[in-house]
C-alpha cells in the first residue's frame, strides 16, 4: 500500500482560506493532490467525445453491459472506494458487484456507508468486515461510536499544530501574518481585531448589552 501522507501545515492553511471563501471539497480536494471521479465526470466526458447517454432507467441491456464495463475499469485503479447510495425505504442498490470488488488491486479498501440496508457492495456483510482477495469491505453499521478514538486523535493534532506555529527559537512567537494565528488573534497590543482577518466577528451594537 502507498506511504500515509502526511498534510503539511501550508496545506492545512490553504484548506482553511479555501473552506472559508466557500469553495467545493472537490476543489479543496484537487489542491491537495486528490483524484476524484463521478459517474457524472464519465458521462460528461463520453458527451464531449460525442457519445450519447440516456438516464438509467433508459438504458438498454447493451448500455448497461457497457455501463458496467465502464464503471469497472474506474474501479480497478481507485485505491478506496466510499459509497453511500440509498433509496429511502427501499435496500440499498448493488454498485459494485464480486467482480468489480476484485478487479481491485491488493490493498485497497471498500468502505460501505450503507451497510445498514444491505450495502452497495456485493461483498458487503452488514457489521463486519471482510476481506476477498486482498480487497477489504468494511460493512460497519455503528460508524458513529466508532469515531471516538480517531476524533481525539484529530482534535490533538489540531491543537498541537496550532501551538507548535505559536513556538520559534526564541519561544512564543506571535505572527499576525500567519494565516491562522492571525484569525485568531481576538486580541493584541490592546487593539480588537475581531473581524479584520477572518476571526470572529464582533457583536452589533443593538445585541450588546448595556450596562446599568
Known amino acids: 500500500m502507498p506511504a500515509r501522507r502526511e498534510l503539511t501545515m501550508r496545506q492545512i492553511r490553504q484548506m482553511l482560506r479555501l473552506a ?13 493532490g486528490v483524484a476524484r471521479s463521478t ?31 465502464r464503471l469497472t475499469e474506474a474501479i480497478t485503479g481507485f485505491d478506496v472506494v466510499i459509497t453511500t ?15 468489480m470488488a476484485r478487479s481491485m488491486k491488493p490493498g485497497s479498501v471498500i468502505v460501505d456507508l ?9 461483498l458487503t456483510v452488514p457489521g463486519d468486515v471482510r476481506r476477498e482477495d486482498g480487497v477489504t469491505v468494511i460493512g460497519y453499521t455503528d460508524f458513529p461510536s466508532r469515531m471516538a478514538e480517531q476524533a481525539s486523535q484529530l482534535y490533538a493534532r489540531t491543537v498541537w499544530n496550532l501551538l507548535s506555529s505559536l513556538w520559534g527559537e526564541e519561544g ?7 494565516d ?11 487593539a480588537d481585531r475581531r473581524g479584520k482577518t477572518g476571526g470572529p466577528q464582533p457583536a ?9
Not at 450503507?114 to 456485493?122: K, P, S
Not at 452589533?204 to 446599568?212: C, I, R, V
Open 85 to 99: 447510495a440509498a433509496i429511502p425505504g427501499q435496500p440499498a442498490p448493488v454498485l459494485i458487484t464480486e467482480e
Open 114 to 122: 450503507v451497510a445498514e440496508r444491505g450495502g452497495n457492495c456485493a
Open 39 to 69: 459517474i457524472q465526470d464519465n458521462l460528461k466526458r463520453a458527451a464531449a467525445a460525442g457519445l450519447t447517454w440516456p438516464l438509467p432507467g433508459e438504458l438498454t441491456d447493451d448500455e448497461k453491459a457497457e455501463q458496467k464495463q
Open 20 to 32: 472559508r471563501d466557500g469553495v467545493s471539497a472537490r476543489e479543496i480536494g484537487r489542491t491537495l
Open 204 to 212: 452589533p451594537a443593538s445585541s450588546q448589552l448595556k450596562g446599568a
Open 180 to 190: 491562522i494565528v492571525g484569525a485568531a488573534a481576538l486580541v493584541h497590543g490592546g
Open 172 to 178: 512564543i512567537r506571535i505572527d499576525l501574518e500567519d
